[in-house]
Every structure is written in C-alpha cells, then in structure tokens.
C-alpha cells in the first residue's frame, strides 16, 4: 500500500503565501510524476502543478510566476510554494504520485486526502 499525507493548507489573506506538503510512504519501489491538483466547490479538478522524477516542472497558466513546485526525490516528498495568492485559488488541495511499488512495477496514480486552501480578499 501506499500513503499520501498533505500538509499546509489553511487560510492567508489575498497577497499572502502557503506552502503545501505532500509525503509519500509505503512500498515504494520508485515515483515517476508528482504534483497537485485541486477543486473549488461547483468546478472540475484542475491541474496546478507538476513535476518529474528528473525535475521538469509543468503549470497552469494563472499559477505560473507565483507557484512553484519541487521534489525531494530522498524523502519522497513534493511541496508547493504558493505565493501572491488571490481568492480564485480558494479550492481543495490534492496531491497525487505515479508510484511503481515493490510488488507491482506498473504505475500506479496515488491521492492525497486533499487540503483546504481558502484565500480571503
């Protein structure tokens, strides 16, 4: 089995910053991708963020110059770096991993439980 646990949400005023963390535990064999998406009440799930095991990083458009993501391939561990946040960030966190186990070497998409991220203006 394999966990996801997020940590870092909470409320900011509009302007400030968060910093997420996602750590994964488990049978891990190897992760590929990391990253996060997330959800605002009444809209789909949206890519934020992304990043490889090589480090090659992908954002959405309206992130981009105030999110930045990053890894620690030793630790298992992804975080996010919000900055300039504005009150359309206000969504639900989640993090996800491409993990290989050390039973099942096909990749495998893992969740986080998600973490609230509420931004006020």
């Known amino acids: 089995q394999v966990h996801l646990v997020e940590s870092g949400g909470g409320l900011v005023q509009a302007g400030g910053s968060l910093r997420l963390s996602c750590a994964a535990s488990?049978?891990?064999?190897?992760?590929?991708?990391m990253g996060w998406y997330r959800q605002a009440p009444g809209k789909q799930r949206e890519l934020v963020a992304g990043i490889t095991s090589g480090g090659s990083t992908n954002y959405r458009d309206s992130v981009k110059g105030r999110f930045t993501i990053v890894r620690d391939n030793a630790k298992n561990t992804v975080y996010l770096q919000m900055n300039s946040l504005k009150p359309e960030d206000t969504a639900v966190y989640y993090c996800y991993a491409n993990v290989q186990t050390s039973y099942d070497r096909r990749p495998l998409a893992y969740w986080g439980q998600g973490t609230q991220v509420t931004v006020s203006s």
């Open positions: 488990g049978s891990i064999f190897s992760i590929d991708a």
